[in-house]
C-alpha cells in the first residue's frame, strides 16, 4: 500500500506569524480528514522553526522548499539540509519547475541536493514535468523520461525507497489549468514505468504526487485514478480549509 499524501507547497507566501496561523488551522481541522492521509507542510525557511512549534503533537509533517547542494561552509545565503533537518523536516522539495526556470537548477546541481537530503535524513519530493511547449510538441514523457533518468537513476535502492516523485506539468501551475484526471494518470504510470526500469518491484511503493491547480474541486477525481498517490499543493495550500478539503478527497 502506498502513502497517500497531500503536501502544500507555500512558496514564498506567509510572513511568519501568518504562517503559523496557516498551520494552526492545518492542526485544528485535521482530525475531519482520514488518518491514512499524510500532510506535509513546507514553509519558507525562515518559517520553519516556528511552524514546526505550531505543529508539535499532531501529525503533521513539516519539509523545505530547496537546500543546499553543498554540506557547509562559504555559500553566502543558502542553507543546509542539516539546517533544515535541525529544525525538523523530514521532507524536502528538489527540483521544483521554478528553481529548475528561475534558478538554473540543473540535473548535476540536483544530484549534489539529493545526497545532501539523504545525508541528513530526509526524504526528497523530487519534481519532474514538461512545459507547454514540449507538452504540445508530444516530448512530455521524454522530458519527465530525462529528469528521472538524470537524477533518479544514481540514487541506491536504499535512497530510492525514501523518495516521493511529483509530477507537475508547468503549464498547470498557478494557471488555474488542470491536467484531467486521465492525463494525470497516463503520465503517472509512465513514470511509475521508468522507476521500475531501474528499482523493479520497488516503484510499485514509491508515492507519486500530481501538482498544478490541484484544489478541492477536482482533487477527489484527479486521486481516483490509480496512479496518483496525492497532491503537491501551491495556492491551495495557503487556506488551511481548502488544504484539508484536498485531502478529504481521497476516496481508495
Ligand atoms: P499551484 O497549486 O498554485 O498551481 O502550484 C502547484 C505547485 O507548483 C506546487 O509545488
Known sequence: MRKKIV????????LPAEGVELAKGVVAGRGEVCSCVNFIVCPPFT?????????????????????????KGAYT??????????????????GHSERRQYYGETSATLNKKMEQAYANGLTPI????????????????DVVKAQIEEVVYNLTEEQFKNLVIAYEPVWAIGTGKTATADQAQEIHAYIRKVLAEK???????????????????????????????????????????????????FQK
Request: charge should be negative; hydrophobic fraction near 45%.
Open 199 to 249: 528499482f523493479g518491484a520497488a516503484a510499485a511503493e514509491c508515492p507519486i504526487l500530481y501538482g498544478g491547480s490541484c484544489k478541492p474541486a477536482n482533487a477527489a477525481e484527479i486521486f481516483a485514478k490509480e496512479d496518483v498517490d496525492g497532491g503537491l499543493i501551491g495556492g491551495a495550500a495557503l487556506k488551511a480549509a481548502d488544504f484539508l478539503a484536498i485531502g478529504k478527497g
Open 47 to 71: 518559517h520553519l522553526s516556528m511552524v514546526a512549534e505550531a505543529l508539535k503533537g499532531s501529525d503533521i509533517e513539516l519539509g523545505a522548499q530547496n537546500c543546499a547542494a553543498e554540506a
Open 7 to 14: 503536501a502544500g507547497n507555500w512558496k514564498m507566501n506567509t
Open 77 to 94: 545565503g543558502e542553507v543546509a539540509a542539516s539546517m533544515i533537518a535541525a529544525l525538523g523536516c523530514k521532507y524536502v522539495i528538489l
Open 126 to 141: 523530487y519534481c519532474v514535468g514538461e512545459n507547454l511547449e514540449e507538452r504540445e510538441a508530444g516530448k512530455h514523457f
